[in-house]
Nanobody, 124 residues
Framework: QVQLVESGGGLVQAGGSLRLSCAAS????????IGWFRQAPGKEREFVAAISSGGSITSYADSVKGRFTISRDNPKNTVYLQLNSLKPEDTAVYYC?????????????????WGQGTQVTVSS
């Protein structure tokens, strides 16, 4: 069993920054891919970013490329998502999720463990 807990969300003005954390417990996720997804009210959950097990491969949605950065600290069993230059359209609940193995995939069904989410609200 893997438990994932997100933190770091909050209310920020447009142009501001936040750093989200995804802390894993129960077992190591050092050999797994970790993805970040988000879901806005009335919309489907969408892929934001993902990082391979070793951290050498990352992938981003076009909408966040150049503004968000994903990283991981394997000794701490934690993955981070740095959100810069935030826009009101980034408002959503952000979730981290685990995919067993090292390959990055973009669809939600590829990930088996999910956190409870953290709310990010960007005001204009």
């Amino acid at each position: 069993q893997v438990q994932l807990v997100e933190s770091g969300g909050g209310l920020v003005q447009a142009g501001g920054s936040l750093r989200l954390s995804c802390a894993a417990s129960g077992r190591t996720v050092n050999y797994d891919t970790i993805g970040w997804f988000r879901q806005a009210p009335g919309k489907e959950r969408e892929f934001v970013a993902a990082i391979s097990s070793g951290g050498s491969i990352t992938s981003y949605a076009d909408s966040v490329k150049g503004r968000f950065t994903i990283s991981r600290d394997n000794p701490k069993n934690t993955v981070y998502l740095q959100l810069n230059s935030l826009k009101p359209e980034d408002t959503a609940v952000y979730y981290c999720a685990r995919r067993r193995g090292s390959g990055i995939l973009f669809y939600t069904s590829a990930y088996d463990y999910w956190g409870q989410g953290t709310q990010v609200t960007v005001s204009s």
